[in-house]
């Protein structure tokens, strides 16, 4: 919980510094923030970088977000730093609170992202972007007793992306598909690997339409290991997300995550916040 305070007093801190703001991109292209950090949407990271800094630009981003299920709440704070449309940095704190335990599960997600080609709307192509997120649990103690064998991890994703101008009936049409090769059990945060172990190259979707330019509507999934036999399912999502403007967008979504540490049905909401400078 202090590590969420610190990001929070930080975010606060990077909104003094005005002179940051970029604006280089159309409004809503930048996508909005994901849960491990990454600019994407919620559970996805996507193609384009976090942020409207173009190529003479660069911008920093700040997100906090919220999922609430079944049996268990996670809430995410993080960073993001994009330099000139090229390359993407970004760190974010989970705090997984699973009140069975009566615990909370800790955990870091440092990541960067290289865009390799393209642009979402301009490039007649793709845009093509490589990622990478190292994450560490700051206590191992629940992962160990699961059976997870190491309490860090690196996932390393490419993920392709395009928005189509007026596509469906004069709305715009967005999509992306990411492909990750990672060990991690439930985001990392049980931790790595397992007695059904084996690093896989695992697919994760979104497509949205945006009703105006500031409001999409779409849906995401994402597949994931089930290293630890405990019936881990892949994750699906259905979301609305409101850009009103270049400086802050708000994400929600109802939320399918399937089976988590034995306990099904694991359903709910979720909430983000993105403030752009």
């Given at each position: 919980?202090?590590?969420?305070?610190?990001?929070?007093?930080?975010?606060?801190?990077?909104?003094?510094?005005?002179?940051?703001?970029?604006?280089?991109?159309?409004?809503?292209?930048?996508?909005?923030?994901?849960?491990?950090?990454?600019?994407?949407?919620?559970?996805?990271?996507?193609a384009?970088?976090?942020?409207?800094a173009?190529?003479?630009?660069?911008?920093?981003?700040?997100?906090?977000?919220?999922a609430?299920?079944?049996?268990?709440?996670?809430?995410v704070?993080?960073?993001?730093?994009?330099?000139?449309?090229?390359?993407?940095?970004?760190?974010?704190?989970?705090?997984?609170?699973v009140?069975?335990?009566?615990?909370?599960?800790?955990?870091?997600?440092?990541?960067?992202?290289?865009?390799?080609?393209?642009?979402?709307?301009?490039?007649?192509?793709?845009?093509l972007?490589?990622?990478?997120?190292?994450?560490?649990?700051d206590?191992?103690?629940?992962?160990?007793?699961?059976?997870?064998?190491?309490?860090?991890?690196?996932?390393?994703?490419?993920?392709?992306?395009k928005?189509?101008?007026g596509?469906?009936?004069?709305?715009?049409?967005?999509?992306?598909?990411?492909?990750?090769?990672?060990?991690?059990?439930?985001?990392?945060?049980?931790?790595?690997?397992?007695?059904?172990?084996?690093?896989?190259?695992?697919?994760e979707?979104?497509?949205?339409?945006?009703?105006?330019?500031?409001?999409?509507?779409?849906?995401?999934?994402?597949?994931?290991?089930?290293?630890?036999n405990?019936?881990?399912?892949?994750?699906?999502?259905l979301?609305?997300?409101?850009?009103?403007?270049?400086?802050?967008?708000?994400?929600?979504?109802?939320?399918?995550?399937?089976?988590?540490?034995g306990?099904?049905?694991?359903?709910?909401?979720?909430?983000?916040?993105?403030?752009?400078?």
């Amino acid at each position: 919980m202090k590590k969420i305070k610190c990001v929070l007093a930080g975010l606060l801190l990077v909104t003094s510094f005005s002179s940051l703001a970029s604006d280089g991109k159309l409004l809503a292209t930048p996508g909005v923030s994901q849960i491990e950090g990454s600019g994407g949407g919620g559970i996805v990271p996507w193609a384009q970088l976090a942020g409207y800094a173009s190529e003479d630009e660069f911008s920093v981003n700040g997100f906090c977000s919220r999922a609430d299920v079944t049996d268990y709440t996670l809430d995410v704070c993080g960073a993001q730093l994009n330099l000139f449309n090229r390359l993407e940095l970004s760190y974010a704190q989970q705090q997984f609170d699973v009140p069975a335990l009566d615990t909370e599960i800790e955990q870091s997600v440092t990541g960067a992202k290289i865009r390799l080609y393209g642009d979402i709307v301009y490039s007649d192509w793709p845009q093509l972007s490589l990622g990478i997120q190292h994450k560490s649990l700051d206590d191992g103690a629940v992962a160990t007793l699961v059976g997870a064998q190491d309490t860090s991890g690196t996932d390393y994703y490419l993920a392709a992306s395009k928005l189509h101008l007026g596509a469906i009936a004069g709305y715009n049409w967005f999509w992306n598909v990411t492909t990750r090769y990672s060990e991690a059990n439930q985001l990392g945060l049980l931790g790595y690997g397992g007695s059904n172990s084996s690093a896989k190259v695992l697919f994760e979707g979104s497509t949205a339409l945006f009703f105006s330019r500031e409001i999409a509507v779409g849906v995401e999934y994402r597949q994931k290991n089930n290293n630890l036999n405990l019936g881990e399912q892949d994750w699906k999502d259905l979301f609305i997300a409101w850009m009103p403007n270049k400086h802050i967008s708000v994400t929600a979504a109802y939320l399918d995550l399937g089976s988590i540490a034995g306990a099904d049905d694991q359903t709910g909401w979720y909430l983000s916040v993105t403030g752009y400078w």
